[in-house]
T-cell receptor, first 110, second 114 residues
């Protein structure tokens, strides 16, 4: 079945350092979404990518969709303690449902 | 505007007991989903619904049943709870999954099966 690999599983960074999480699919994707879940909270939508090679920015966050639409990445520049949480990608399978990656848990050390 | 509301937020069951989790959304969304979240496993889709009166199986449907009798409500049932069903359950709703279909999540229901 469809698998969504997300790496790394955990990342600890010093405040101010950069952070990147990668999402790789075994299939060509229709679109991909990114979510953030704070500790003890629920997933919150960040962004959706649709086009091949698409790059979108939200302040310190940069999202990329691969040219072949099989992978995506999220990069955070100059991390802050407010960035702590788990970041998930979610891929659209084309049949009304989104399949989530395993997530990358980010810890920021002050 | 409450968004997506899940009840109960916490529940402890004994093996073999039954229970129902209720998800209610007030955004008039067609699509609703139940996910479970376990450490290191991300969010796994249990069942979903594309409209009132419809349900479909997700990745991990065994041991669960669902019903969508009203558009705003999506119920998840456990007929005979097992310790493997200890998890955090999230409900989500969505207007249109094919376009700008942001998923709106409830706050979660933490279930422990002893």
């Amino acid at each position: 079945g469809q698998q969504v690999m997300q790496i790394p599983q955990y990342q600890h960074v010093q405040e101010g350092e950069g952070f990147t999480t990668y999402c790789n699919s075994s299939t060509t994707l229709s679109n991909i979404q990114w979510y953030k879940q704070r500790p003890g909270g629920h997933p919150v939508f960040l962004i959706q990518l649709v086009k091949s090679g698409e790059v979108k920015k939200q302040k310190r966050l940069t999202f990329q969709f691969g040219e072949a639409k099989k992978n995506s990445s999220l990069h955070i520049t100059a991390t802050q303690t407010t960035d702590v949480g788990t970041y998930f990608c979610a891929e659209y399978s084309g049949t009304y449902k989104y399949i989530f990656g395993t997530g990358t848990r980010l810890k920021v050390l002050a | 505007n409450a968004g997506v509301t899940q009840t109960p937020k916490f529940r402890v069951l004994k093996t073999g007991q039954s229970m129902t989790l209720l998800c209610a959304q007030d955004m008039n969304h067609e699509y609703m989903y139940w996910y479970r979240q376990d450490p290191g496993m991300g969010l796994r889709l249990i069942h979903y619904s594309v409209g009132e009166g419809t349900t479909a199986k997700g990745e991990v449907p065994d041991g669960y049943n669902v019903s969508r009798l009203k558009k705003q409500n999506f119920l998840l049932g456990l007929e005979s709870a097992a310790p493997s069903q200890t998890s955090v359950y999230f409900c989500a709703s969505q207007h249109n999954p094919g376009n700008t279909g942001e998923l709106f999540f409830g706050e979660g229901s933490r279930l422990t099966v002893l």
